[in-house]
């Protein structure tokens, strides 16, 4: 079975160009997979059929509520059901953004929908799509290796000669190694560090998020075990930096479950 995408975007014909195609590319920069293709709704669509179709092809589902969403005229039944679907984890399924609507305009066509915490285009696509990414990842950085697609052991790397994807090491296992630089690793989302080894603090230093940095390595998904650093500098989201000093410094255990880094400039590997 192909894996399915983070998120589906259910929305009105008429919101395509002005918030539909702008969050899918926000999401993208956060990494958030997209179906996008063929969502958006007709007038004689079934908004239910549309639903099931998204979630077979993605985890989350994104409703963008708007006067012109509400225009369609979909059956009350439709609309109060919609959100009240669940991921097999037992989380909702449905993510409601609303677009140029209040509390009392939703609440005219469901009770139910102005009952539930949506978010609002009027913070700003980015800061929507960054709430969005907390949701869709969250899942912890997990530690069985055979969660991970590559596997290292007792070996001494140069992390220059790492397959990299696209700028990134992604879906690697460390375990008792010995990384070697010169390097600037920048950690993402979903990495795990256990009894890590570094030879100074002053190898850690805080970045911004959503910004481009030229010449680091970004890692996500990513576990290192018992692992030596040498000549390599750590990067981390500003909110992350005190923790990872306190833990990381200190050979104990760091991990990121989330911090929505900007990715680095794609460098032609992979």
């Not at 996500?220 to 833990?247: K, P």
Request: net charge negative; aromatic share 10%; glycine share 8%.
């Amino acid at each position: 079975m192909t894996e399915r995408e983070d998120v589906f975007i259910c929305h009105a014909s008429e919101d395509k160009d002005e918030v539909a195609l702008p969050l899918v590319t926000q999401l993208n920069t956060l990494r958030v997979t997209t179906w996008y293709d063929d969502h958006a709704l007709q007038v004689g669509d079934s908004l239910r059929e549309k639903i099931d179709e998204g979630l077979n092809r993605a985890k989350y589902g994104l409703v963008i509520l708007s006067p012109a969403f509400f225009a369609k005229q979909w059956p009350k039944e439709e609309l109060d059901g919609m959100f009240t679907r669940r991921t097999s984890d037992g989380a909702y399924a449905i993510l409601p953004v609303w677009h140029n609507v209040t509390q009392g305009d939703v609440a005219k066509f469901s009770p139910m929908l102005a009952g539930k915490v949506g978010l609002n285009t009027a913070d700003g696509l980015q800061l929507v799509a960054a709430r969005i990414r907390e949701v869709v990842h969250t899942s912890p950085a997990p530690t069985d290796p055979a969660s991970y697609a590559r596997h290292h052991r007792d070996a001494t790397i140069r992390v220059t000669d790492l397959p990299l994807a696209y700028g990134w090491i992604d879906n690697h296992y460390f375990y008792n190694c010995h990384l070697v630089g010169p390097a600037v690793l920048a950690l993402n989302d979903l990495v795990y560090m256990d009894r890590p080894g570094f030879p100074s603090v002053e190898a850690f230093f805080p970045i911004q998020v959503h910004r481009n940095y030229s010449g680091m390595i970004g890692v996500r998904r990513t576990a290192f075990v018992n692992c030596v650093f040498e000549n390599i500098g750590v990067a981390v989201d500003s909110r992350h930096y005190d923790e990872l000093l306190r833990t990381a410094g200190a050979g104990s255990r760091f991990v990121i479950d989330e911090s929505p880094l900007s990715p680095p400039p794609a460098d032609g590997n992979g």
